[in-house]
C-alpha cells in the first residue's frame, strides 16, 4: 500500500519540477532551469524505479507538459541564435571557404558609428 503514495509523491515532484521548469523558461532564469531539470529527471528514476498501475493518464498530462516545455526551449534557442547573429557573433558551426577549408564565420555588424 505504501507504492501509490510514493508513486503519487514522484508525480507531484514531477509535476512541481515541470512547472519550475516552464516558469524558468518564461523567465530566463537560468539558474531555475537547471534545478527543475535535474528535479524532473530526478522523479523520472523515481518513477521508473516503482511504476504502479492506473497512472497512465496522470503520465499523459505531464508527458505533454514536457513536450510543451521542450519546444518553449527550442523556441528560445531560436531567439538566442538570431539575436547572436544580428549582435555579430557567429554560431560555432564552421563554414567551409573556397579551398574546403574549415573557417569560423566572421561575420560583423556595426551596431553604432562614432
Do not use: C, F
Amino acid at each position: 500500500m505504501d507504492a501509490p503514495a510514493t508513486s503519487d509523491e514522484a508525480l507531484d515532484r514531477l509535476a512541481a519540477a515541470l512547472a519550475d521548469e516552464r516558469r524558468a523558461l518564461l523567465g530566463h532564469d537560468i539558474e531555475l532551469l537547471v534545478r527543475s531539470t535535474h528535479d524532473k529527471l530526478a522523479a523520472l528514476r523515481r518513477l521508473e524505479a516503482d511504476l504502479p498501475g492506473g497512472i497512465a493518464e496522470r503520465l499523459a498530462v505531464l508527458a505533454e507538459t514536457n513536450r510543451s516545455n521542450g519546444a518553449l526551449l527550442a523556441r528560445r534557442r531560436r531567439e538566442v541564435n538570431w539575436a547572436l547573429r544580428h549582435l555579430g557573433r557567429a554560431e560555432s558551426a564552421p563554414a567551409y571557404d573556397a579551398q574546403g577549408q574549415a573557417q569560423q564565420l566572421q561575420a560583423r555588424r556595426e551596431l553604432a558609428v562614432v
